[in-house]
């Protein structure tokens, strides 16, 4: 079953940190760049960051670089998010998704068609 | 940063109709933007890629277009299912940008 599945949410202090996992089945993980996408209570979608699939480069939103570490162990088929020095503005539902295809000769363009639940992190003393 | 901005924020209209969300981005992006639909309490799920191109088994009354800095997403007959908020979000650099979202509901 092609699936993603988020886990190590939960209610954390300010300036703690957290750390995300998203597990990937059904499909080959090596293959595909990796993002997270968060989005706080009835707030809209704010991407996160991305890891290619052979984890050479990693980006972030301006909002989270320098405290937020997104990695990835492909031999688990695994993404995480490594989260520092938390603030009440990441308070959101923390989503894993499926990128760009990169099993080609060339990558397919980087539309994320495939999501997880989501996990939900709150920050509050 | 690309600034996406969509519009309108909220649309209200009838089963039948058709309707039109534009997307203007800061910058040019070429055709390297996309739409997803989210439903309450749901992940958002992608229905169009590459501006024009619909995702495997998304219904076909759902299409997209523009190029450049504007972009359309239209739904050719609004259906009660397709109530949900839609956003575009450009790859062409990092960091990716979402729109604000547009809550669509039926009136």
């Known amino acids: 079953q092609v699936q993603l599945v988020e886990s190590g949410g939960g209610v954390v202090q300010p300036g703690r940190s957290l750390r995300l996992s998203c597990a990937a089945s059904?499909?080959?993980?090596?293959?595909?760049?990796m993002h997270w996408v968060r989005q706080a209570p009835g707030k809209g979608l704010e991407w996160v960051a991305v890891?290619?699939?052979?984890?050479?480069?990693?980006y972030y939103a301006s909002s989270v670089k320098g405290r937020f570490t997104i990695s990835r162990d492909n031999s688990k088929n695994t993404l995480s998010l490594q989260m520092k020095r938390l603030r009440a503005e990441d308070t959101a539902i923390y989503y894993c998704?499926?990128?760009?295809?990169?099993?080609?000769?060339?990558?397919?363009?980087?539309?994320?068609?495939?999501w997880g639940p989501g996990t939900a992190v709150t920050v509050s003393s | 940063d690309i600034q996406m901005t969509q519009s309108p924020s909220s649309l209200s209209a009838s089963v039948g109709d058709r309707v039109t969300i534009t997307c203007q981005a800061s910058?040019?992006?070429?055709?390297?933007l996309n739409w997803y639909q989210q439903k309450p309490g749901n992940a958002p799920n992608l229905l169009i890629y590459?501006?024009?191109n619909l995702e495997t088994g998304v219904p076909s009354r759902f299409s997209g277009g523009g190029s450049g800095t504007h972009f359309t997403f239209t739904i050719s007959s609004l259906q009660p299912e397709d109530i949900a908020t839609y956003y575009c979000?450009?790859?062409?650099?990092?960091?990716?940008?979402f729109g604000q979202g547009t809550k669509l509901e039926i009136k």
């Open positions: 998704a499926r990128g760009s295809d990169c099993s080609g000769t060339t990558c397919l363009p980087d539309a994320f068609n495939l």
């Open positions: 059904g499909f080959t993980f090596s293959s595909y760049g």
């Open positions: 890891i290619w699939y052979d984890a050479s480069n990693q």
């Open positions: 910058q040019d992006i070429s055709n390297y």
């Open positions: 590459d501006a024009s």
């Open positions: 979000q450009q790859y062409d650099n990092v960091p990716y940008t």
